[in-house]
């Protein structure tokens, strides 16, 4: 990793206690924690080399279930992590949520879609109700990390209206770190 570590404001907001809601719901989309129900698709997605080019490579079938054990298990240890995102029918489409390993800078809100999913809205659908969802529990400090190439991930994060800050390297290779308006939502 090489970004600054980050101090005074920033610090206290991305060190800030978080618990996230099991399930989250947004248009289109119902974000629940991973199930075994899950894994065939998501192995199918984490096996895709495109899908995958920007997140560490694809995975064979026991590499990424060893990925949706480590998600699972973020939730006990941090009480957030990444949801299982389904569409309107139930069917898994991708994940979303707060990445947050041992050796990452910060929490990063992250997003990953099926590639038969792709274009239809669901990674702009999925971010905006984790990232609503985790404003609504206090979070004051969201990021996400999105290699210069990645346009895909781009124009999401445009549609976010997520702002870069500064460059670094993840062990993926360069990433820009974008900073999510966390504004506290007002209440009607």
Not at 140 to 153: D, E, F, G
Not at 159 to 172: E, F, K, S
Request: hydrophobic residues 40%; proline residues 7%.
């Amino acid at each position: 990793m090489s970004f600054a570590p980050l101090t005074g404001d920033a610090l206290a907001a991305a060190s800030a206690p978080l618990t996230m809601p099991p399930e989250v719901e947004g248009e289109g989309v119902h974000l629940t924690q991973f199930r075994e129900r899950h894994f065939d698709r998501l192995a199918q997605m984490h096996g895709d080399p495109a899908t995958m080019r920007f997140m560490g490579g694809h995975m064979e079938r026991d590499e990424a279930w060893r990925g949706m054990a480590r998600m699972v298990g973020q939730w006990e240890l941090r009480g957030y992590g990444i949801y299982a995102v389904e569409d309107d029918n139930g069917v898994f489409v991708g994940r979303c949520g707060i990445f947050h390993p041992l050796d990452w800078p910060e929490r990063e809100l992250g997003y990953c879609i099926h590639p038969d999913a792709r274009g239809k809205g669901y990674a702009t659908a999925a971010a905006l109700a984790v990232r609503d969802a985790a404003r609504g529990e206090g979070l004051r400090r969201l990021i996400s990390l999105i290699n210069p190439q990645n346009t895909a991930s781009l124009r999401v994060a445009e549609r976010l209206g997520t702002q870069p800050a500064d460059a670094g390297h993840v062990p993926d290779g360069p990433v820009v770190r974008h900073l999510h308006d966390m504004t506290p939502l007002t209440r009607h």
